[in-house]
């Protein structure tokens, strides 16, 4: 595989802002890694999120160094916290949706944005607008191309828009953690109403495709105000999306839903000789029926980030599937 060769020169780049500045053509193991391994494209201006992450003082990680990390990712930076960010590599996408980039954590991942440019123009007006007048152009020089493609550099004064939450979810998109810190400011201020609004509008399944996250959040705001069989709905419907975009341990989604170990055992079951053949007499295609098998143990494996346990089960699963790229990424750990 040409990849083979190219990661043999794959380091942890250093850290600090301080650091050499890298250009973008310092990063060509990233893009050869999802064209080759991951079978997909690569966003367009990956290499300036890189370039701007090891700016921010990140150490730059190996695409393959997925250890211990949920499958479907790919590995870009590593913060001074241990925080891992990489692009997510949903198996099934529909065709033209762009990677998300997402928080790798032990029982899954969180959203930070829904694709690379988005991550890009949010990063440099935070920046622009944190920045004092003598503030360093440093991440401005990392996005290159890229940051003068999303955003002008006093853009956001210019906006007399004073709130940089607001700025970004008018201008830029939308960020789960901007409209959970929204929800949050309502409900110091008093304002429920407001409050509850803007947790419905984040749960919109358009917003946030394939992730369970709003779901919890919603139900954790319903709760705040008391009304519980909301809030138990709520829960039930994100234990519908994947477990592992929870955004926090299944136990404590599962309390809100007033299910015990049900679900679980529910797939444990399904994942028997036994549950495969009854999907088979009700007529499930056996892909489908593959498909949802690889699903439930990227579940079960959520619920104690178990990963690499079941790594073998899960390609298995995709290669019965038809889906042989993407069997072989699961598997491949540098």
Partial sequence: MA????????????????????SSSSFPDHISFIKEVAATQPPQHLSQLLGILHARGES???????????????????SNSGAVTALLRWPTAPAGMEMPVVEVRKHGVSLLARNVDQLIHRILVEED???????????????????KKLYKKGDFSKSQITDVDVYLLRKVGLFPDVLERKVLQYFEKGDHVSALVTGEFYARKEHFPGFARPFVFNAEILLKVR????????????????????GCKYHEVACIAAWEDEQIEYIREKLTE?????DLNKGKPPTQIALDEAAFLLDLSSVEGTWDDSLGQIAECYKEAGLHDIARYVLYRD
């Fill in 3 to 22: 990849f083979s060769s190219l990661r043999a020169s794959s380091l942890l780049l250093g850290h600090g802002r301080s650091a050499r500045f890298l």
């Fill in 60 to 78: 730059i990680l190996s695409p393959g160094s997925k250890q211990g990390l949920i499958p479907l990712v790919i590995p870009l930076a590593k």
């Fill in 129 to 147: 607008a944190n920045s004092c007048q003598q503030g360093s152009d440093e991440l401005f020089h990392a996005a290159s191309d890229a940051g």
């Fill in 227 to 246: 009304r519980n069989l909301e809030a138990k709905d709520a829960a039930r419907g994100a234990l519908k999306s994947p477990w592992w975009t929870l």
């Fill in 274 to 278: 036994e549950g495969r053949q009854e």
